[in-house]
């Protein structure tokens, strides 16, 4: 079996206090920074409806920020790889979260025989309780270095979140995402959200056995995002999400939109250029009123002029060229895995891209050759492996979580059960997956209305989140490993200082 990162875990364990030794208390003119992830929503998408829809709430928030054009998530492209870039600052090398749904050769199954031969690590809807309502230990991986406990997804994290540095120095914080296993953003320490709701988005609360029934309809999927967007105005308004609790406004909070992203997988784009379908558009328009209701609570409570707003994406979808979708199935790909070695996969995790887990690493070139033997009919463009994967990750013999195989498909391939047909996904490592919004907009910014061209990584929002606030973005364990910087175009320590609120 092959061992994880020692030097990960000695840096984990030498930066577990970092969030008390670096916080400070909030200051200057930012009190609060509300992050909203519009999965889905890619440059083009924002950039389109604000020139088609100049008289909107997106566009009066951009008039009042700095819009960076060119900024891209981590890849996987995938939601949990996605969103942790945005509250840890590190990719999956850092965090090592690859997907909700891997493989960790240190772990035990849910059941039997409690030893390190590998388990399967799904941190989806799968592991729900009964009725969606938290987390059912029963069904998650064990520990076998640490009494054979069951792994919460906050505790297969490795590093820490924004939430743990802010709440350590002294702030109130809240979120509100589409799972329960999106509790991962409580980090390591499993407390750093004060005010967490994750009503799961599987289930539509009504009891039907559809599991699909929200996101098997854009006008159900926009009804889910209102109810989270309330919960939001809730806890801007002095209440916790229920509206019902007192609590103080969060320093940090904020939110996940779920609608652009099953619109764009249910009715897409009508061109390469990304012009939406109508579905989309609505979609869009959808988000755009939310973001609407939200601004005007914030001026309602007089907290617009002390609150920076982040938005962005965890992940795009694709292809946006409706020509170019071409359905392969997974299937097909385990097959030929499974002809190339007895025994293989231990885990095949697919999308727009197919992440590959062996019970024996031996196997990894005979793997790769056989599947790039048969790339056309599996719409393979390049798999990597060996050399070419440690450019960007651990290498699978010194990490336990590192796939050994990475698969990258042709332009528009989706990799999915037999007759699919969804018109978009995520998961991938191409433009169209990587290449989100992202804008950064409040009254207290110098140059409102700027557009930067330079490369940015979405993994720049969490130290900029902290930078303005006034807490010290080295206290993010993925910062201080990978070097992650905050966003260019704003000083956060120079801005002037305002009242409090």
């Given at each position: ?14 930066l ?66 996605g ?30 025989p ?12 799968a ?85 699909d ?9 926009e ?46 784009y ?71 070695a007895?025994?293989?996969p ?14 024996d ?68 490592f ?36 902290l ?35």
């Open positions: 079996m092959r061992p994880a990162s020692l030097f990960r875990t000695g840096l984990a364990l030498l577990s206090g970092a969030a008390s030794l670096h916080a400070a208390p909030m200051r200057g003119p930012i009190r609060h920074v509300l992050l909203i992830s519009v999965d889905g929503l890619h440059a083009l998408d924002l950039r389109n409806y604000i020139e088609i829809h100049p008289d909107s709430h997106l566009a009066a928030l951009a008039a009042r920020g700095v819009e960076y054009t060119h900024a891209n998530t981590v890849v996987p492209a995938d939601s949990f790889p969103l942790l870039a945005l509250v840890t600052g590190g990719t999956p090398a850092a965090t090592g979260v690859y997907y909700d749904n891997t493989w960790d050769r240190s772990l035990a199954p849910p059941t039997g409690c030893t390190a031969t590998g388990a399967h690590a799904r941190f989806n809807e592991v729900d309780a009964p009725g969606g309502q938290g987390i059912d230990a029963s069904k998650l991986p064990r520990d076998p270095a640490h009494g054979c406990r069951p792994v919460y997804p906050w505790q297969y994290l490795r590093v820490n979140t924004i939430f743990n540095v802010v709440r350590a120095g002294g702030g109130y914080t809240a979120w509100a995402d589409k799972h329960p296993s999106y509790a991962i953003v409580q980090g390591p320490s499993g407390d750093g959200v004060a005010d967490l709701y994750t009503p799961e988005i599987g289930t539509d609360g009504e009891d039907h056995p559809d599991t029934a929200v996101t098997a309809s854009i006008a159900r999927t009804t889910y995002d209102t109810g989270k967007m309330q919960a939001v105005i809730h806890e801007v308004d002095g209440y916790r999400h229920d509206g019902h609790t007192r609590a103080p406004v969060p320093a940090l909070f904020g939110l996940n939109l779920q609608s652009v992203n099953v619109a764009e997988k249910l009715a897409g009508q061109n390469a250029d990304g012009t939406p379908t109508p579905s989309l558009d609505a979609a869009l328009t959808h988000v755009d009123t939310l973001v609407g209701q939200l601004m005007d609570a914030l001026a309602r409570r007089h907290l617009d002029a002390s609150t920076l707003v982040i938005l962005t994406a965890k992940h795009g979808n694709g292809p946006v060229d409706p020509d170019q979708l071409r359905h392969v199935s997974n299937k097909a790909l385990r097959a030929v895995i499974a002809a190339a007895d025994g293989e231990a885990q095949l995790t697919t999308d727009r891209s197919a992440l590959v887990w062996l019970h690493e031996r196997t990894t070139g005979t793997v790769a050759r056989t599947l790039l033997a048969d790339r056309e009919r599996l719409g393979i463009e390049r798999v990597l492996w060996g050399r070419a994967l440690g450019l960007l990750f651990p290498s699978p013999a010194h990490d336990v979580r590192t796939p050994d195989l990475i698969v990258i498909p042709q332009a528009g391939v989706i990799y999915d059960k037999p007759g699919a047909s969804k018109r978009a996904e995520h998961g991938g191409d433009t169209d997956d990587t290449h989100v919004a992202l804008l950064v907009a409040g009254p207290m910014l110098p140059e409102p209305g700027r557009r930067l061209d330079a490369p940015v990584s979405t993994t720049q929002v969490a130290p900029t989140v930078a303005a606030l006034g807490l010290d973005p080295q206290a993010l364990q993925a910062v201080h490993e990978q070097g992650t910087p905050t966003l260019p175009g704003v000083r956060w320590t120079d801005l002037p200082a305002s009242g409090t609120h």
